[in-house]
């Protein structure tokens, strides 16, 4: 996926810190941050959108909540409270068409979502 950007920061082109990494995801601090904790877990495999997820992707999507799980334990917001969320198609204000997962916390978020 050559004009993908996740694709490129997932493979290490774009000078990104990672806070995470292994075979599967990298995980990054989001660009333009919308809770004190904002990270982007994002598999290395390019699936555009919820709606391209595959039965044989059942493992990569376990994989990433272990990582969240993980991740928030590592922000100290397991206890507090946090939200995992992946935004999908124009109505889900998906802006990225590469699968990712915003872990959010830090303070209180808001329900329903805007
Ligand atoms: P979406 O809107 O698709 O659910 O989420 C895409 C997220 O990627 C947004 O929260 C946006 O701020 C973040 N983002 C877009 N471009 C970059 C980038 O170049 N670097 C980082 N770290 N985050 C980005
Ligand atoms: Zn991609």
Redesign the pocket.
Known sequence: MEDC?FCK?SAGE?D?DFVYQDDQVVV?????PQAPVHL?IVPKKHIADLNNLQPADNELIGHIYQVAKKMAAEYDIAESGYRLVS?CGDDG????YHI?F?LLGGRKLQWPPG
């Open positions: 950007l920061i774009m990104t990054f601090e989001d660009i333009n982007l935004n204000c998906q802006s990225v990712h915003h």
